[in-house]
């Protein structure tokens, strides 16, 4: 009885310990932040130009002024990332199995899978979205959309797609091959182990890297604009050239922000749980 209160003694003692350590920890970083972030303003906001950024980039009134119309482009810019989101993860998908099969009928499919990704990842995106916007419309094919819109949405899809199928072909590749020799084993074929073996834990484990490239791809929507689109970024862009004042840029800043911040906190925290879950796996 007396060794088991003792040791519930020293536990509580290490617990508060622990505690008294973590607050101290905190307080510092408190002070610190403060000291950093307000020297930093301070220098700025005591600069010699201050004044004429402050009315160039960080103007109260032209910001109420342009905010209305630069959030109704926004909103095209999140239906636009949404839609070809939907298409980057099945399009992503697909190219990846493409890559990884072994099949010698489908070496030629294989070798375009090769060839697309490497393209698509070798060209920058805004490159894509010229050639794809102002290239398909000049062939005046039949049935070849001229919308601003899907060519841009298309543009991203194709380019942003090379990347997530590299992200799904990464995660396929670190499944041990033990995982599908157990398939196998109990009778499943080369498919159904692919299928419901071997793409659910590796689409488990590349979830925090695509999230990573949602993010860009949130940014990289403002790309489109080059053709011609009212989203938010050429809506600015208007505002600003008009009475040669840029804060609506900073009001399209902040939206782009609302929903990418919450997305990296999103990632942080799920990188952070599969450090902790791997971790774990790793006591022995």
Not at 69 to 87: A, H, N, P, S, Y
Not at 269 to 284: E, F, K, N, P
Request: charged content about 15%.
């Amino acid at each position: 009885m007396q060794l088991t209160t003792d040791r519930s003694n020293r536990g509580a003692a290490r617990e508060e310990a622990r505690r008294r350590k973590s607050r101290r920890g905190a307080g510092v970083s408190a002070i610190s932040s403060v000291v950093v972030i307000g020297g930093l303003i301070a220098l700025v906001v005591s600069s010699k130009g201050w004044p004429a950024v402050q009315e160039t980039f960080f103007s109260w009134a032209a910001f109420k002024d342009s905010f209305p119309e630069v959030l109704r482009g926004f909103w095209l810019d999140v239906k636009l990332f949404i839609c070809v989101e939907i298409v980057v993860l099945v399009l992503g998908l697909v190219i990846a199995l493409c890559r990884i099969t072994s099949a010698a009928a489908l070496y030629p499919i294989r070798l375009l899978a090769i060839v697309y990704t490497d393209l698509f990842r070798g060209v920058p995106t805004i490159l894509v979205i010229y050639l794809i916007g102002f290239g398909l419309p000049a062939l005046e094919l039949s049935g070849v959309p001229t919308s601003p819109v899907l060519l841009g949405g298309l543009a991203l899809a194709l380019s942003y797609s090379a990347y997530v199928a590299e992200v799904y072909r990464a995660g396929i590749d670190s499944i041990h091959p033990s995982q599908k020799a157990s398939a196998l084993s109990l009778g499943l074929t080369n498919t159904q182990s692919l299928r419901l073996v071997i793409l659910p834990q590796a689409v488990r484990r590349v979830v925090p890297p695509l999230l990573n490239d949602f993010i860009s791809l949130q940014k990289d929507v403002a790309l489109v604009s080059v053709l011609g689109p009212l989203e938010a970024f050429r809506v600015a862009q208007i505002s600003a050239s008009s009475n040669f004042n840029y804060t609506p840029l900073i009001a399209a800043a902040v939206l782009y922000l609302c929903v990418t911040v919450p997305l990296a906190r999103v990632l942080d925290r799920m990188q952070a749980r599969r450090g902790q879950l791997d971790g774990v796996g790793t006591v022995r």
